[in-house]
């Protein structure tokens, strides 16, 4: 079946620190991967997404490559500023069309 | 404005009441989405509809209920809520099509004593 693991929160970091925050997955066939970004009292929003095997989704400053190896999706940022504090959802979309979604990561940036 | 639109963003009610959550978009989109968000549990799937004709049950319906009115409203509605359906509620839309994203309202928070 499908599904999609991702980092424990919640992080907290200096602004400027590097951001990873880690996501994996389980799917059949060859899914579509996402990062939403969901700011306080917002819905989601889409970050980033790659569409097949070693496809880079870049948005922000944001990155995260699609690695079928390792069935990761891993998201990195440079330098984090506070503004970027919000939670990080890794999704996936597979080939029967639904979305699933890892459990989000609260992220807490400090000036 | 908006492209997808939930109604209310706030509701608070009693155990025992038929709830109806609205969803509206703008966007054309065929597929359309309901999703509740619980602490530590990220987003489940509730219902989904791929065209007006089509509705479908995803991970959690139970004590759910939708209603495709057109291409651009999707209702949700708890016909007898209780106090676990308490969470936050969002809708969702889509293009077919695999590699396209979904697209959130902002979602309905309902809080159920």
């Known amino acids: 079946g499908n599904s999609v693991t991702q980092m424990e929160g919640p992080v907290t970091l200096s602004e400027e620190a590097f951001l990873t925050i880690n996501c994996t997955y389980t799917?059949?066939?060859?899914?579509?991967l996402f990062w939403y970004v969901q700011y306080p009292g917002e819905g989601l929003q889409l970050l980033l997404k790659a569409t097949k095997a070693d496809d880079k989704g870049s948005n922000k400053g944001f990155e995260a490559t699609y690695r079928k190896e390792t069935t990761s999706f891993h998201l990195e940022k440079g330098s984090v500023q506070v503004s970027d504090s919000a939670v990080y959802f890794c999704a996936l979309r597979g080939t029967g069309n639904q979305f699933y979604f890892g459990t989000g990561t609260s992220l807490t940036v400090i000036p | 404005d908006a492209d997808v639109t939930q109604t209310p963003r706030n509701r608070i009610t009693k155990t025992g009441k038929r709830i109806m959550l609205e969803c509206s978009q703008t966007k054309g989109h065929d597929r359309m989405y309901w999703y509740r968000q619980d602490p530590g549990l990220g987003l489940r799937l509730i219902y989904y509809?791929?065209?007006?004709?089509?509705?479908n049950k995803g991970e959690i319906s139970d004590g759910y209920s939708v209603s495709r009115q057109a291409q651009a409203k999707f209702s949700l509605s708890l016909e007898s809520a209780i106090p676990n359906q308490t969470a936050l509620y969002f809708c969702?839309?889509?293009?077919?099509?695999?590699?396209?994203?979904?697209?959130f309202g902002d979602g309905t928070r309902l809080s159920i004593l």
């Open positions: 799917a059949t066939g060859y899914p579509s």
């Open positions: 509809s791929f065209d007006v004709k089509d509705i």
């Open positions: 969702a839309t889509s293009r077919t099509g695999q590699n396209q994203p979904q697209h």
